[in-house]
């Protein structure tokens, strides 16, 4: 089954709505990795977050170790925050970075 | 800034032909790995490496070989090609946080 199952698959906002972005996992990890990707573009980390909470301007990430879960709020969403957002997961015991398929975000004007 | 080079970044292969892709990397990180993405899958790890003249085999490595042959470079091979084998490769380094190559387009026809 799926080890890392993120919510929602796709999500549509209006520029400057708000958006979070969730992330649970089936297995104790080590850490844990937001991406960004555009379509047909490379993954750009966004926040390598192994637990605690992370803010980079209008992004913040809050994951939760014990409970395997990690979330992504975006703020006042805008046009260019469009793409597909990746989180992963290092397995605990192992050397393996497992993803989940994604959140696929369109901000509309 | 993590830097991961992919080459080539597209390339057409016949179905049973030889195809090498190539990896290097320049921060001298002991982990590489080696995914594929599809659509509707994420990514999928297939083979990675912690040492050089080392690999191990990830999720889906049937029909991939791999070759460490020196700490900054990965490659990934397929020996005989076959249309399933369509997809993006994207090359990772990193432990617990990893930065990726822009990715390699590869279609078998």
């Known amino acids: 089954g799926q080890q890392v199952q993120q919510s929602p698959t796709s999500l549509v906002l209006q520029e400057g709505e708000n958006a979070e972005l969730q992330c649970n996992f089936s297995?104790?990890?080590?850490?844990m990795q937001w991406f960004y990707q555009r379509p047909g573009g490379s993954l750009i980390s966004v926040f390598y977050?192994?637990?605690g909470t992370k803010q980079s301007g209008r992004l913040t990430s809050t994951t939760v170790i014990k409970e395997r879960r990690s979330s992504l709020h975006i703020s006042s969403s805008q046009i260019t925050d469009s793409g597909t957002y990746l989180c992963a997961m290092e397995r605990s015991n192992t050397n393996k970075v497992v993803f989940g398929t994604g959140t696929r975000l369109q901000v509309l004007p | 800034e993590a830097a991961v080079t992919q080459s080539p970044r597209s390339k057409v292969a016949v179905t049973g032909g030889k195809v090498t892709l190539s990896c290097h990397q320049t921060n001298n990180h002991d982990y590489m790995y080696w995914y594929r993405q599809d659509t509707g899958h994420g990514l999928r790890l297939i083979h990675y490496?912690?040492?050089?003249?080392?690999?191990e085999k990830g999720d889906i490595p049937d029909g991939y070989k791999a070759s460490r042959p020196s700490q900054e470079n990965f490659s990934l091979i397929l020996e005989l090609a076959s249309l399933s084998q369509t997809a993006v490769y994207f090359c990772?380094?990193?432990?617990?946080?990893?930065?990726f190559g822009k990715g390699t387009r590869l279609t078998v026809v």
């Open positions: 297995t104790s990890l080590n850490s």
């Open positions: 977050n192994p637990s």
């Open positions: 990772a380094s990193g432990y617990t946080e990893v930065f």
């Open positions: 490496s912690y040492v050089a003249d080392s690999t």
